[in-house]
């Protein structure tokens, strides 16, 4: 922590430490990731992040999207689903029996990996750090740039934060209509419901969910 920016303004700065390829991951996740890599490589495809959710019955959840984050659908992951299947099969790294999903990161996607946050400099993120400074974890600013020291991120204050992902818990972008517009000129709006069709829609506003608007393959 500490340290003053070109413009006067304090900023939050953790010292290195050891990297991870992604962030918040367990050993048994750890170890899957390095399993169904190579296969979404060999598609083309990048994993964006991957999780194992408990219960009776383990729920395995992995996003993913092409390389570079070009345009993906719901046949791309649905072909990386078939794809991992075997593999996993082979490994066997879930003893018990669980389920697949295999979605896209949608919009407002999680933020996980280095250079992540470079890819979405001016847009709205936020952020929730595995160590509190000053007793504070959650931090939501502007992404203004990353380089070797994190990424650093503006916050309402004029403060900066500048974090590597391997000391946050969880990242995301924020939804906003400048992050919409930047998903339509990149090719990766979902489709969007004709306002006929509005009324139709439930709206469920229990939760604040940040894998909104995500796409989603096959669930073996």
């Known amino acids: 922590m500490g340290g003053g ?3 006067g303004a304090a900023a939050f700065l953790y010292r290195k430490v050891r990297k991870t390829r992604m962030i918040a991951l367990t050993e048994p996740e750890r170890r899957i990731l390095s399993l169904v890599t190579p296969v979404a490589e060999s598609l083309g495809m990048e994993i964006v992040r991957l999780r194992i959710q408990g219960g009776r019955r383990p729920h395995l959840q992995i996003m993913a999207e092409k390389e570079g984050g070009a345009p993906t659908d719901v046949e791309d992951c649905a072909r990386l689903s078939r794809a991992i299947g075997p593999v996993m099969e082979a490994e066997d790294p879930i003893k018990e029996a669980y389920t697949l999903e295999v979605s896209t990161p949608g919009i407002d996607r999680p933020l996980t990996r280095e250079g992540d946050f ?3 400099i001016g847009h709205l993120a936020k952020v929730e750090l595995a160590r509190p400074i000053d007793g504070r974890r959650r931090f939501t600013g502007i992404i203004t740039a990353e380089d070797e020291d994190g990424a650093h991120i503006e916050l309402d204050d004029e403060v900066e934060l500048v974090a590597h992902v391997h000391e946050m818990s969880k990242a995301s972008l924020v ?3 400048e992050l919409i517009e930047a998903a339509r000129a990149s090719g990766n709006l979902p489709p969007q419901p004709d306002e006929d069709d509005l ?3 439930e ?5 604040d969910n940040t ?3 995500e796409e989603t393959g ?3």
């Open 203 to 207: 709206i469920d506003e229990t939760e």
């Open 211 to 213: 894998d909104s608007n």
């Open 218 to 220: 096959d669930v073996t």
């Open 175 to 177: 939804l906003t209509d």
């Open 118 to 120: 470079g890819r979405w």
């Open 199 to 201: 009324g139709d829609l």
């Open 5 to 7: 920016s070109g413009n």
